[in-house]
């Protein structure tokens, strides 16, 4: 198999991949009234599943800006070796909306280890230029409008919490409208320790819920706030919050998860998960040195 499409050993994900969806099918055989969607496909196309999400994964580390010339150019004239059923690229697309469900329970399988320190935000997705948006019909009634600090979007809203590590802990999407607190008890109910989000999650009954199961809702304070005092170190990781400002912008300028050229719902969805699964291949992924982290006994400061 090639070994390497830019910073990505496609190998180890096609082992991955396929290690995972023989284990899927097993567990399939066991609760017969499952539906096999591994055996049904297999039936359909030459190609397996397995071969299908790793191309469509290996994509968002290709470098190339379409699918299309990435199937075409790359795949097609120097990968049969390693895909010795490659099928047409219109067929190809019309796989893709299969391998759905299994890519969502593989990168649920491919989340970073829950170390104490969590770092949130949200990030916009738009699905068209906003002079579009009255003619748009692809996403017509999942979508909607969305302001940041930078100017208003339409789209859908995506929801991430990275560890210090910058490995992925929790993913959501959500419309362009919908608050940023909103999903942050689902996002977090597995997390424990610190969680370090921007001023839009300020919220006292927000604190309150996440403190009950052990988390702790640390941010900045807004100017016509009374301000508090924090530990020196709590201060020190808010300062270092722009980590996943930088992992969102990896994941729209590397591994691609933002376009407007997408034709159905589903295969919007097969390249937002892809694009996050290939994240987590990087090897080498935005973090932060917490060699000091052990600061606690040191005096807090204010803001």
Not at 95 to 107: A, G
Not at 111 to 118: A, D, M, N, P, Y
Not at 159 to 165: K, P, S, T
Request: charged share 20%.
């Amino acid at each position: 198999m090639a070994k390497i499409v830019s910073h990505l050993d496609v190998t180890q994900i096609f082992c991955d991949v396929d290690d995972f969806c023989q284990q899927f099918e097993r567990h399939c055989q066991q609760y017969p009234q499952l539906p096999s969607i591994l055996r049904e496909k297999r039936s359909r196309s030459r190609m397996s599943l397995s071969e299908v999400m790793t191309i469509v994964i290996a994509f968002h580390g290709s470098g190339f800006r379409t699918f299309k010339d990435f199937y075409t150019l790359c795949v097609v004239p120097h990968w049969h070796k390693a895909f010795p059923n490659l099928v047409s690229y219109n067929r190809f697309v019309e796989l893709m909306p299969w391998t759905l469900m299994l890519l969502c329970c593989f990168l649920h399988t491919r989340q970073g280890e829950i170390t104490g320190i969590s770092f949130i935000d949200s990030t916009p997705i738009e699905v068209c230029h906003p002079c579009r948006s009255k003619s748009h019909r692809v996403f017509e009634g999942l979508v909607g409008w969305g302001k940041n600090s930078m100017s208003w979007h339409y789209g859908f809203k995506l929801h991430l919490i990275i560890n210090e590590r910058g490995e992925l802990l929790a993913f959501k999407l959500t419309a362009g409208n919908v608050d940023d607190r909103k999903p942050v008890p689902d996002l977090a109910k597995d997390l424990i320790g610190k969680l370090f989000g921007d001023r839009g999650y300020i919220s006292q009954p927000l604190f309150e819920k996440l403190f009950e199961q052990g988390l702790q809702l640390i941010t900045r304070y807004k100017k016509n706030m009374k301000q508090k005092l924090v530990k020196l170190i709590d201060k020190i990781l808010l300062r270092k919050r722009s980590l996943i400002e930088t992992v969102n912008d990896q994941l729209k300028n590397i591994s691609q998860i933002e376009h407007s050229r997408h034709r159905s719902v589903w295969n919007f969805l097969v390249n937002l998960f892809a694009g996050l699964t290939a994240y987590t291949y990087l090897p080498k992924k935005p973090s932060i040195d917490l060699q000091h982290k052990g600061l606690p006994a040191l005096p807090p400061a204010m803001f």
